[in-house]
């Protein structure tokens, strides 16, 4: 008997009693494009009939579905060690199925399930769209699921979402990468770049705006190789530009490019794009030659630092911030101090700082000159100190001035104790403000002047210049209202687990994550 006859059975059987909807959690780790893979997730499951479980169910859902990143060293055992503590829960739970998806999964494939047999799917980067469908099998068929898709089954721009946000939301422009670094992996498990078409791109940025957002963040593994596809150099800035075109939409940001792929002309579409953010997130990974040799990162310094300048030159208060690995295989001390140089060089607004973590399957892994961890524990400890003391400095550089700030929601964790709301300057930089006798909803527009700078955040202690109510305002009242009226979890009739409407085909057999 095939899963389609058994539910067909089920069905039958269960005519015109209530059923109640099954819950899902989804817990994401890793880059944005996971965050985004698992809007997708959301979007699927509900369109199959499953309902979100309220905000800390901490594993008390019907489905927890991991997407997983491989990154970091410690991904496994953090992986691992959450599906242990969920294997007593779903033993005391009948029905109760966890799913694990995303890179790790890619990577690991049928060692999940050896390792943590009660995992009931397994389902890899390229295939997301069929975890309805897996968890449907996994239930009627009483065993685990693994479905690992070696190439893009669809796009997932085509896939049902469920965006976090109803005034931000994320665009991807491509998935893949086709660059070869020495200590990523990312590449191997989401294939190469495949980039989607421009007309696809606007159309759902038209109709995102349509519905409210007023904010977007094109997003793709090395957004500015964007048009590598059919040849075309400058199809990212052409991008940018026709962006600036969509009335309505307010904010534009991408992440994240590369210094290989970032020419003169994305510089002037974001001088000359007035809704294109002052905002620049720029790799450096290392400041040393040798070292970026070796990481297979096809620029060096000078061009790094020159990229820099003409940003600034362009844009004078574009805040910049980077990606830094420190302790790759055969750093010198030598190699660091040329680290520690660019950062007071280039003066990043922020630093995102890594230890170097070996992952197997990475040429990396098996270089010569394995730096001991003490050593990459200090050096980090420097670097950071460093940068925490640049932040502070280029923030204090914003105090006095007067900020537009798009209103956000959950930023900041100590607003209800202080009375406080937080928003996001154009430059993306992070502001708690008064609250103001108007009411503000996240997506509205605040004008404020900046009183204290710390290293991480700006507060604006004065009253709020002026309120600006949006659309984007409207549409998160909107979305508020719409989910306090939803049913608690009890659907009249047949949950629509199974079996979701077909996919497009996608256009070739790239896909990736940067």
Known sequence: MTSS??????????????????????????????????ERLSGLLEDAGYVRAPEGSDGDADVVVFNTCAVREN???????????????????????IAVGGCLAQKDRDTIVKKAPWVDVVFGTHNIGKLP?????????????????????????????????????????????????????????????????????????????????????LLGQNVNAYGSDIGDREAFSKLLRACGRIEGLERVRFTSPHPRDFTDDVIAAMAETPNVMPQLHMPLQSGSDTVLKAMRRSYRQERYLGIIEKVRAAIPHAAITTDIIVGFPGETEEDFEQTLHVVREARFAQAFTFQYSK???????????????????????????????????????????????????????????THRLSGRAADNRLVHFTKPDTEVR????????????APHHLLAEGAVLDVRRTRAGDAWEKRNAAEAAKPTGVLLGLPKVGVPQPLPAAAGSG????
């Not at 001991?372 to 105090?399: F, G, M, T």
Request: glycine letters at 8%.
């Open 5 to 38: 006859s058994v539910r067909t059975g089920a069905v039958d059987e269960a005519v015109d009693e209530v059923a109640v909807a099954r819950s899902y959690e989804i817990r994401t780790y890793g880059c944005q494009m996971n965050v985004h893979d698992s």
């Open 75 to 97: 991904a496994d055992n953090r992986l691992y060690g959450n599906l242990g503590r969920l294997a007593p829960r779903k033993t005391q739970r009948p029905g109760m199925q």
């Open 133 to 217: 469908v897996l968890l449907e099998r996994a239930r009627v068929q009483e065993e685990a699921q693994v479905e690992i898709a070696e190439s893009l089954e669809a796009f997932p721009s085509t896939l049902p979402t469920r965006r976090e946000s109803a005034y931000a939301a994320w665009v991807s422009i491509s998935v893949g990468c086709n660059n070869t670094c020495t200590f990523c992996i990312v590449p191997a498990l989401r294939g190469k770049e495949k980039d989607r078409r421009t007309g696809d791109i606007l159309a759902e940025v038209e109709a995102l705006v349509g519905e409210g957002v007023s904010e977007i963040t």
């Open 359 to 417: 992952r197997p399957g990475t040429p990396a892994a098996t270089m010569e000159g394995q730096i001991p961890k003490e050593v990459v524990q200090a050096r980090y400890e420097r670097l950071v100190a460093l940068q925490e003391e640049i932040s502070w400095d280029e923030n204090k550089k914003q105090v006095g001035r007067t900020l537009e700030l798009m209103v956000a929601e959950g930023e900041g964790r100590k607003d209800g104790a």
């Open 442 to 453: 996240p997506g509205d527009v605040v004008t404020v002047e900046i009183t204290y700078a």
């Open 511 to 514: 896909c990736g994550c940067d």
